[in-house]
């Protein structure tokens, strides 16, 4: 017992500095992706929930483009230095809604990443036009 109590110390020590040294990936923020879309993702709160405000680039109708709000859920603990998460777009210019799907990664040189796949579901006028209404994709997002 007197042995290990002094190599516990040393590995509860050599854990904590090494937690403290790992920057964590934070969603919270301003983002950019490769279209030139932004979006604010507002504070996570305990159980992992986000809000938002999604600002496209593009768009697949030729409404006005409008700032439309998100809500996601980032998983949980806050251990995860790297956490994935998912979140759903309304866009209240169209009939569309899309759903993103990801990861927030620290790159090589300490830049945090959202490596995303999205699907966007149009409005089909009718069942016989369901097979084309769903759009995939990827973005990356960097902090604007
Ligand atoms: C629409 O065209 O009906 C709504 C806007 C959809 C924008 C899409 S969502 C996936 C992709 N990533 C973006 O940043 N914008 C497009």
């Known amino acids: 017992m ?7 110390l040393v590995l509860f020590l050599a854990l904590g500095a090494h937690s403290l040294s790992v920057k964590k990936c934070i969603l ?8 030139g879309s932004n979006m604010t993702i ?10 938002g405000i999604y600002y496209t680039a593009v768009s697949a109708t030729t ?10 859920y980032q998983h949980l603990p806050n251990l995860l230095s790297q956490p994935t998460f998912g979140f759903t777009v309304n866009w209240i210019f169209s009939d569309a809604t899309s759903v993103f799907t990801g ?12 490596k995303t796949m999205w699907l966007m579901r149009s409005h089909a006028d009718n069942l016989g036009n369901d097979w084309k209404a769903t759009r995939v994709g990827y973005n990356n997002f960097t902090r604007l």
């Open 2 to 8: 007197l042995q290990t109590t002094p190599f516990l």
């Open 28 to 35: 919270t923020g301003t983002w950019v992706n490769d279209l």
């Open 42 to 51: 507002s504070q996570v709160n305990k159980t992992g929930e986000f809000t």
């Open 63 to 72: 409404e006005k483009i409008k700032k439309s709000p998100l809500l996601g």
């Open 103 to 114: 990861q927030c990664f620290m790159d090589g040189n300490g830049k945090e990443i959202l």
